[in-house]
């Protein structure tokens, strides 16, 4: 009867798993799919292409505009004490008003005007140069995110399967404990052991199944947390496989140093394009349309001009020259940054090249010790059998052999844990 209960229990655990199996690759490209940083960066380079389309149009095409004005000035004209209200005067010489040198009564505007900025190729090659380096920026920021996406969801998933570990170690246990128990029954029933031999034994099962609870939360848990990583809208139960993560060869030219390559050719081309509002500037505008000063010439007053107008900085307090400076602080700055960065990284390396090297000796040393104690384990089954072996020591000996498989399964998966790690900053 105790054995059949067993059964459903154990098998709750994979009646949900088996509905579907992912692996680790499904969740890194999720992942990368569903990031809104990685959204984010393919907007901004779509808004860079824009932007540059922007700036030619206003480097290079015409603009063209309509303005129009009007101006109302009425005066009080006093002719021999004769006070009179003219919206626009004839040329009175006593009145209270405006000067009429300066509004001449009024005025009727109404242009359309065309300019077209000329010689302006250098300010488009820059602002060329410009918007191509934001876009590398935008598409090296997507790789560091897509990296640091790879390294959190492996992360993730090793603590999942860290999980499904100890949950197959935990049923091991269960089902050696209900072969063990079948056995005992039997030989208490012959008088070979006592009861409490019995009842100290299904005690231990009670509190493997209890652990076994546990493992299965904890496997959810961090499943959830996975799928919310990867912004996986689903809460089932998923059995994943297992993920076959090894050290990757070491890459001489870090990518992490392209962020820094690209800031410094960014802070470049900001100032070739601050310099460039030194440059002289020269542009053709014309313009038509209506400028009266009485509305009874507005017929007449029809016409068109054009010209040239030049813009060419002489002096604004040296702000080319503190720009420059404020330019070679910010790059030497980025340069202390790399080079920092660069021996952070060697450092990071190095103290996990040690690590890995102190996990593998320990995992001999585990391998080693359960092998010992398999082979103890087949003469107790033996000494059991005959009534020779004590319960207490038989459960002692099964603690301390699924002490050691928890322990030497957590090496194994800090292990890939540990070269994960290292996968990431040898990049």
Same mark, same amino acid.
């Not at 300066?102 to 190729?121: E, H, K, M, R």
């Not at 009534?387 to 000996?397: F, Q």
């Not at 498989?405 to 890939?416: A, G, P, W």
């Given at each position: 009867?105790?054995?059949?209960?067993?059964?459903?229990?154990?098998?709750?655990?994979?009646?949900?798993?088996?509905?579907?199996?992912?692996?680790?690759?499904?969740?890194?490209?999720?992942?990368?799919?569903?990031?809104?940083?990685? &959204?984010?960066?393919?907007?901004?380079?779509?808004?860079?292409?824009?932007?540059?389309?922007?700036?030619?149009?206003?480097?290079?095409?015409?603009?063209?505009?309509?303005? #129009?004005?009007?101006?109302?000035?009425?005066?009080?004209?006093?002719?021999?004490?004769?006070?009179?209200?003219?919206?626009?005067?004839?040329?009175?010489?006593?009145?209270?008003?405006?000067?009429?040198?300066?509004?001449?009564?009024?005025?009727?505007?109404? /242009?359309?005007?065309? +300019?077209?900025?000329?010689?302006?190729?250098?300010?488009?090659? #820059?602002?060329?140069?410009?918007?191509?380096?934001?876009?590398?920026?935008?598409?090296?920021? $997507?790789?560091? +995110?897509?990296?640091?996406?790879?390294?959190?969801?492996?992360?993730?998933?090793? %603590?999942?399967?860290?999980?499904? !570990?100890?949950?197959?170690?935990?049923?091991?246990?269960?089902?050696?404990? $209900?072969?063990?128990?079948?056995?005992?029954?039997?030989?208490?029933?012959?008088?070979?052991?006592?009861?409490?031999?019995?009842?100290? %034994?299904?005690? *231990?099962?009670?509190?493997?199944?209890?652990?076994?609870?546990?493992?299965?939360?904890?496997?959810?848990?961090?499943?959830?947390?996975?799928?919310?990583?990867?912004?996986?809208?689903?809460?089932? %139960?998923?059995?994943?496989?297992?993920?076959?993560?090894?050290?990757?060869?070491?890459?001489?030219?870090?990518?992490?140093?392209?962020? /820094?390559?690209?800031? !410094?050719?960014?802070?470049?081309?900001?100032?070739?394009?601050? *310099?460039?509002?030194?440059?002289?500037? %020269?542009?053709?505008?014309?313009?038509?349309?209506?400028?009266?000063?009485?509305?009874?010439?507005?017929?007449?007053? &029809?016409? /068109?001009?054009?010209?040239?107008? /030049?813009?060419?900085?002489?002096?604004?307090?040296?702000?080319?020259?503190?720009?420059?400076?404020? $330019?070679?602080?910010?790059?030497?700055?980025?340069? &202390?940054?790399?080079?920092?960065?660069?021996?952070?990284?060697?450092?990071?390396?190095?103290?996990?090249?040690?690590?890995?090297?102190?996990?593998?000796?320990?995992?001999?040393? #585990?391998?080693?010790?359960?092998?010992?104690?398999? !082979?103890?384990?087949?003469?107790?089954?033996?000494?059991?059998? $005959?009534?020779?072996?004590?319960?207490?020591?038989?459960?002692?000996?099964?603690?301390?052999?699924?002490?050691?498989?928890?322990?030497?399964?957590?090496?194994?998966?800090?292990?890939?844990?540990?070269?994960? +790690?290292?996968?990431?900053?040898?990049?």
């Amino acid at each position: 009867m105790r054995k059949s209960v067993l059964i459903p229990v154990i098998g709750l655990f994979f009646t949900y798993s088996i509905q579907a199996q992912n692996n680790l690759d499904y969740y890194i490209n999720q992942a990368k799919q569903n990031s809104p940083l990685i &959204f984010e960066n393919a907007n901004l380079n779509k808004i860079n292409d824009l932007e540059i389309q922007r700036i030619r149009a206003q480097y290079a095409k015409p603009q063209i505009g309509l303005t #129009a004005n009007y101006l109302f000035a009425p005066i009080i004209s006093d002719n021999n004490n004769q006070l009179k209200f003219e919206a626009n005067s004839a040329g009175a010489s006593n009145y209270y008003g405006y000067d009429l040198g300066d509004t001449n009564g009024g005025q009727y505007q109404a /242009f359309v005007s065309i +300019t077209q900025p000329l010689f302006n190729a250098g300010k488009i090659a #820059a602002a060329d140069e410009q918007i191509d380096i934001y876009k590398q920026i935008n598409q090296n920021n $997507t790789k560091l +995110t897509e990296h640091e996406i790879e390294k959190v969801v492996a992360d993730q998933y090793i %603590l999942c399967l860290q999980d499904n !570990s100890q949950i197959r170690s935990i049923q091991e246990m269960l089902e050696l404990l $209900t072969e063990q128990k079948a056995v005992l029954q039997k030989l208490v029933e012959n008088n070979i052991y006592k009861l409490s031999d019995y009842t100290l %034994l299904n005690i *231990e099962y009670q509190d493997y199944l209890s652990q076994l609870k546990s493992c299965e939360t904890s496997y959810l848990s961090h499943l959830l947390d996975l799928n919310i990583i990867c912004g996986i809208n689903d809460t089932a %139960l998923v059995q994943l496989e297992k993920a076959d993560i090894s050290l990757k060869p070491g890459n001489p030219n870090s990518r992490f140093d392209e962020k /820094f390559r690209l800031d !410094s050719l960014n802070l470049v081309a900001q100032q070739k394009v601050f *310099e460039l509002n030194y440059k002289p500037q %020269l542009n053709l505008y014309a313009n038509t349309g209506l400028d009266a000063l009485i509305i009874s010439d507005i017929p007449q007053r &029809f016409g /068109f001009s054009a010209g040239f107008t /030049f813009t060419y900085p002489l002096f604004d307090g040296n702000q080319k020259k503190i720009n420059k400076n404020k $330019t070679t602080i910010l790059k030497k700055t980025l340069a &202390f940054q790399k080079n920092n960065f660069d021996k952070q990284n060697l450092l990071q390396k190095t103290k996990i090249a040690d690590e890995l090297q102190s996990l593998d000796q320990r995992i001999r040393i #585990a391998e080693n010790q359960l092998n010992e104690y398999n !082979s103890l384990l087949e003469i107790y089954k033996k000494e059991i059998q $005959t009534g020779e072996l004590s319960i207490i020591n038989y459960l002692s000996v099964l603690k301390n052999i699924h002490q050691l498989k928890s322990e030497y399964n957590l090496l194994l998966f800090k292990k890939q844990a540990v070269i994960n +790690t290292y996968n990431y900053w040898s990049w």
